[in-house]
């Protein structure tokens, strides 16, 4: 059976709903239920050079900042780095810092692998995040799982980014990672709850048959970008009941009563019909919010308009495509409406 962690993202997939204004205050005491809770990983933010800050925030714009909400180093600390947010070569090594999450889209790859290797070299581990999983081919796939069999990377991650993964394409995936990933290296899995799959989908992964180690992230709250996350307090509980380990649930509570409840109520997060769409079409969250925002559409008319965005534009939000796309749609709506307006005029 398989040795299954939790990592938990709050402090850094959360930030998506309140723009990572965490205090350095509420910050220390969410880690510190967090580690009362004995989840194994525990992600302190971004780190980002251009958009980071110093205090009060999880979005740091110097790893030496992560140090403000540290209070000691007992816990398995990672922070996430999207690929060209930082500098690797300007990056100190942190003792408080277990590992980066290096996050990265398919045509960067070789950019990432080099990324990777600087990470390393600077004391780090590294946890793979190759976003957008499903847009990989096997044989793509494989060929990304043979170069990163060279680098000693700690974990491989599938990523289903804009939550929009059946349990089979996980199990898919997974099959073909755990039967050619070096026997060491982790497997991770990081779910969204765009089609309301990412508990099923983490509950079938840990059922797989598998030796292999299993690193699986989740938010307390479900706290996250647009629908949100796989939960911490569910999965936890699961675990608990199911894989003997051994969590405490009530910190977890207590992180929800003290702080996020209140966020909640201000920043919605969670399930909504335009996020199901945009997971049926796997395309970024952000256009079917756009489309909601314009309070005049049904859901009908968001789906047919996301239904035709471009294979080539879906991945990343583009508001000025997304406009045109409502223009379009707006002006055939009055086409249709006029014609069956004289159709019925000169029938009658």
Known sequence: ?????????????????????????????????????????????????????????????????????????????????????????????????????????????????????????????????????????????????????????????????????????????????????????????????????????????VKMSSNRELIIDSSVYGMGRAAGNLNTELFADYLIKNFNKEYEIEPLLDIIDNFLSMIYKENYWGYSVPHYISGIYNCHPYYSSYLADKKELSAKDIENIVKNISETKKYEFDKNYIEKLYVKHNSNKAIIYNYEFLKRHISG
């Open 1 to 205: 059976m398989a040795n299954i962690n939790v990592l938990d993202c709050t402090l850094r997939d959360g930030g998506y709903v309140n723009n990572w204004n965490f205090s350095n205050e509420i910050s220390i005491k969410l880690i510190n239920s967090l580690r009362k809770s004995k989840i194994e990983y525990i992600e302190l933010g971004y780190i980002n050079k251009k958009n980071g800050k110093c205090k009060n925030t999880t979005m740091f714009n110097n790893i030496e900042c992560i140090n403000n909400i540290i209070t000691d180093n007992d816990a398995k600390y990672v922070i996430m780095l999207d690929l060209g947010d930082f500098d690797i070569d300007d990056i100190e090594y942190n003792s408080n810092i277990f590992g980066i999450r290096l996050t990265f889209s398919k045509e960067h790859w070789k950019t990432a692998a080099e990324d990777a290797k600087k990470i390393i070299a600077k004391g780090f581990k590294v946890f793979l995040q190759p976003m957008l999983t499903l847009c990989y081919t096997d044989k793509e796939l494989l060929e990304l799982i043979n170069v990163f069999n060279e680098i000693d990377i700690y974990a491989f991650y599938i990523v289903d980014t804009f939550g929009a993964m059946q349990s089979d394409d996980v199990l898919r995936f997974a099959s073909l990672i755990d039967d050619n990933l070096r026997s060491d290296v982790k497997l991770g899995f990081h779910a969204h709850n765009n089609l309301q799959l990412a508990y099923s989908n983490a509950i079938a992964l």
